[in-house]
């Protein structure tokens, strides 16, 4: 199967349709998605289940997380949309992800900014351009640790990178945060007199140590010729019943990464 690349148009969120199927392990999966970068969004998205084309909407949210909903427990979740193809119902994947063990997981997707240039739109070359506004890159507070990417994977470069984290309660507490380094380069984060180091595609789990209510100082670096240049100063609120993705992002053409913040809100269960 040939994959595409598809430039996706501006909206609020993204929709993916999901169908029970025989290729689902036993249990379900607890499950809130968010995009990180590549935030034009608009394209029809599926949760592949099997070759028949049945689906299950969830949302994923793009300027935060979406509302939780139940996938099915699955060896390896493969992302795109169903179409028509020279008569024959193909599916066209954009993304996939072996999720970790764990009831409870975050879905982050990223652009991801290695795949060939987007040839399905006519305004790919446009599209391609949009980055993250700045707004967005100083907002946010903590939380998380992953387990689960296609970063192992050669056969195929797809568009989007997709991350599965376990944030159960027992990996990421409350004011936990999760750091996704999805820049060009290692980045290093000072949070509680400490340095966390982040190769390409890495995420890692922290716990500030302030109490709920207080500010702390995070201070994020990136390294470049062997230099640590930062690129985000900044203080963040400890939070009652919140927890925290600190996305790293970075353009093509852009010369320093940007930190984009999403947090969740603990409670609530799956729909």
């Known amino acids: ?14 929709t993916f349709f999901v169908p029970v199927s025989s290729w689902a392990l036993e249990g379900k999966v607890a499950v809130r998605s968010t995009l990180a970068s590549g935030m034009d969004a608009g394209e029809r998205f599926e949760l592949r289940l099997d070759d028949h084309g049945g689906a299950l909407p969830i949302e994923v949210g793009v300027t935060g997380f979406s509302a939780e909903v139940s996938l099915p427990r699955m060896e390896t979740w493969s992302f795109g949309h169903w179409d028509t193809v020279d008569g024959k119902s193909t599916f066209v994947e954009l993304g996939r992800v072996d999720p970790p063990a764990g009831k409870t997981l975050w879905l982050v997707f990223s652009a991801n900014e290695t795949a060939p240039d987007k040839v399905d739109s006519p305004d790919a070359a446009e599209d391609e351009a949009s980055e993250p506004d700045e707004e967005a890159a100083q907002k946010g507070d903590p939380n998380t640790e992953a387990a689960g990417d296609n970063a192992g994977e050669e056969e195929d470069v797809l568009p989007w990178d997709v991350h599965a984290i376990n944030v159960d309660a027992a990996n990421l507490g409350e004011g936990g945060i999760v750091v996704l380094n999805h820049a060009q380069g290692t980045i290093e984060m000072e949070l509680n007199d400490e340095t966390v180091s982040l190769d390409v595609g890495g995420v890692k789990m922290v716990r500030p140590d302030p109490e709920s209510g207080d500010r702390y100082n995070v201070k994020f670096y990136v390294i470049q010729n062997g230099r640590r240049r930062p690129f985000v100063t900044t203080n963040w609120f400890m939070g009652e019943k919140r927890r925290r993705l600190a996305a790293v992002v970075q353009g093509k ?3 320093v990464p940007k930190v984009l913040v999403i947090d969740e809100i603990t409670g609530g269960s799956a729909k």
């Open 1 to 14: 199967m040939k994959t595409r690349f598809i430039s996706l148009p501006a909206a609020i969120a993204v």
């Open 253 to 255: 053409s852009a010369p």
